[in-house]
């Protein structure tokens, strides 16, 4: 199973959510589709969900157009969405039920499934109460159950791990990884060391458009490349960063008392302008070196400066 993204566009008025926006998602992939806040990361994933059309473009799950026929392809997607919405007053395995019976399951199927998707998500300790007298893990982990239960081939989790503790992301994060073995998924996140955890596959979405379509290695090595890493800079004595105010760097944090880290504004090469700088400031330059590149620091530059 697949999914394929071609020059997808959402208008609300005048607003564009998403504009031509074009990518793949290969069979067996876990996909992390990164963006900040109103990117359109759920505009993307409720189109691909089936849940809202797109103004143009095409969205296809197996080479299925999900407008042309949505009742086929919502039967191949798994879909958990930003706010996890339950029934509080239901049982856990007869909401899974529930849903089940909404996706036309054989209903001689349907207890297995149910036991299985309860099994995998770690539910069976809790089977015997209703769902809002779940902790909000356990909670995430009736929405995810609810995703599996028609064992869909793809998964598209909008911000699964969303409000969570240490404990219960860790437990999460295992649990897609563990499910991202067998099916191909798709999960919106703010969190890079997620997608460092779990993902083969990134792309990022700034303003409705796509900035990167390519692996979390690829995507650093290129960053690199452009110099979207910060570069560090050790002085003789320590400076008030405040004083760093230049035309190059777009911001300047303190890594010791005489280290510093001085991101970019573009991607040139700054260092010949850190290296001026601070002769025409009269300190003391022992060394520079641009930092190894991190997701944080790509995400951030690519956001920004798209």
């Known amino acids: 199973m697949s999914i394929k993204v071609r020059d997808i566009c959402k208008m609300y008025g005048q607003q564009a959510a998403l504009s031509h926006a074009t990518f793949e998602v290969k069979q067996g992939q876990v996909v992390g589709f990164l963006g900040a806040n109103g990117a359109g990361k759920s505009t993307m994933m409720k189109i691909l969900a089936g849940f809202i059309p797109p103004t143009s473009g095409e969205a296809l799950v197996n080479d299925i157009s999900v407008t042309q026929h949505p009742l086929t392809t919502k039967k191949m997607v798994g879909y958990l969405p930003e706010h996890n919405p339950l029934y509080l007053d239901m049982y856990i395995a007869e909401y899974l039920s529930f849903v089940a019976a909404l996706y036309d399951l054989d209903k001689t199927v349907v207890p297995k499934n149910v036991q299985k998707v309860m099994d995998i998500t770690g539910l069976l300790p809790e089977k015997t109460k209703k769902i809002g007298q779940l902790s909000k893990g356990y909670r995430q982990r009736v929405g995810l159950a609810q995703a599996l239960v028609h064992n869909p081939q793809v998964l598209i989790l909008d911000e699964p791990t969303s409000g969570l503790d240490p404990n219960q992301l860790t437990e999460i994060r295992q649990l897609i990884a ?15 060391q997620e997608v460092e955890a779990l993902c083969n596959h990134i792309v990022i979405v700034d ?3 796509i900035v990167a379509n390519d692996t979390p290695q690829n995507v650093q090595k290129r960053a690199m490349s452009a110099n979207f890493a910060p570069i560090e800079v050790e002085l003789l004595k320590p400076v008030d960063v405040s004083l760093w105010q230049t035309n190059f760097a777009e911001r300047v944090e303190s890594l010791s008392n005489n280290i510093l880290l001085v991101y970019a504004k573009s991607n040139e090469d700054i260092r010949p302008h850190i290296f001026n700088f601070v002769v025409q400031q009269g300190w003391t330059l022992l060394g520079m070196k641009q930092q190894e590149s991190h997701l944080e620091d790509v995400f951030r530059t690519l956001t920004t400066h798209s």
């Open 178 to 192: 563990n499910v991202g073995k067998e099916k191909t998924v798709m999960l919106s996140t703010h969190i890079m």
């Open 207 to 209: 303003k409705g458009k």
